[in-house]
């Protein structure tokens, strides 16, 4: 069984910066591609980026692409999402995601097998 905790979430005015953490307990967390999802208030949890445990290959949301940068360390067994230029519109629960199934990137949240309990990002305008 395979824990994720998530941290690193507050409270920025717009343009500011946030670093999110993500620290698996599992042992092959190397083995894992990891993802971030974002969930607002009233709407659907949506993609937001994701690195494969392949190559280490990212992929974004159109939303945030040049602005977030996801990033893996393996041997803390932890994934990062670093915000920058932050907009009222991130405002959301961040949710880190993992499957060991796939060991490419994938947008797809039926893909991934484990999820922690999320971190609130709020953006002041």
């Known amino acids: 069984q395979v824990q994720l905790v998530e941290s690193g979430g507050g409270l920025v005015q717009a343009g500011g910066s946030l670093r999110l953490s993500c620290t698996s307990s599992?042992?092959?967390?190397?083995?894992?591609?990891m993802g971030w999802f974002r969930q607002a208030p009233g709407k659907q949890r949506e993609f937001v980026a994701t690195?494969?445990?392949?190559?280490?290959?990212?992929y974004y949301a159109d939303s945030v692409k040049g602005r977030f940068t996801i990033s893996r360390d393996n041997a803390k067994n932890t994934v990062y999402l670093q915000m920058n230029s932050l907009k009222p519109e991130d405002t959301a629960v961040y949710y880190c995601?993992?499957?060991?199934?796939?060991?490419?990137?994938?947008?797809?949240?039926?893909?991934?097998?484990?999820w922690g309990q999320g971190t609130q990002v709020t953006v002041s305008s």
């Open positions: 690195i494969s445990w392949i190559g280490g290959i990212t």
């Open positions: 995601a993992a499957t060991s199934s796939l060991g490419i990137g994938t947008a797809s949240e039926n893909s991934y097998d484990y």
């Open positions: 599992g042992r092959t967390f190397n083995q894992y591609t």
